[in-house]
């Protein structure tokens, strides 16, 4: 079994930056894949970015254009979502997710372990 707990969202203006942390406790040694995803009020939840758990290979969605960064520290078990330029309409609830299955993709029913949530609220 794997539980993830995320931390790190608030509220900023844009153009501001957050650090969203997600800390992975249980058996890790079957997960291939973590990721992000999040979700807007009425919108379908979108996959953010994604990252193999024993390599460097990660994937992020279009929408972000680059200003999103995944990344995963092995020795304290956490993975890390860095937010720069942040606009009004990156605004959801942000969730980690992990999976075994491999590749990873930006699908979120590929993922089987879900954290709660943390909220981002990005004011224009």
């Known amino acids: 079994q794997v539980q993830l707990v995320e931390s790190g969202g608030g509220s900023v203006q844009a153009g501001g930056s957050l650090r969203l942390s997600c800390a992975v406790f249980?058996?890790?040694?079957?997960?291939?894949?973590m990721g992000w995803f999040r979700q807007a009020p009425g919108k379908e939840r979108e996959g953010v970015a994604t990252?193999?758990?024993?390599?460097?290979?990660?994937y992020s969605a279009d929408s972000i254009e680059g200003r999103f960064t995944i990344s995963l520290d092995n020795t304290k078990n956490t993975l890390v979502l860095q937010l720069n330029a942040l606009k009004s309409e990156d605004t959801a609830m942000y969730y980690c997710?992990?999976?075994?299955?491999?590749?990873?993709?930006?699908?979120?029913?590929?993922?089987?372990?879900w954290g709660q949530g943390t909220q981002v609220t990005v004011s224009s």
């Open positions: 997710a992990a999976t075994a299955t491999w590749p990873c993709t930006l699908g979120g029913s590929s993922y089987k372990y």
């Open positions: 249980g058996y890790t040694d079957s997960i291939n894949c």
């Open positions: 990252i193999e758990n024993h390599g460097s290979v990660t």
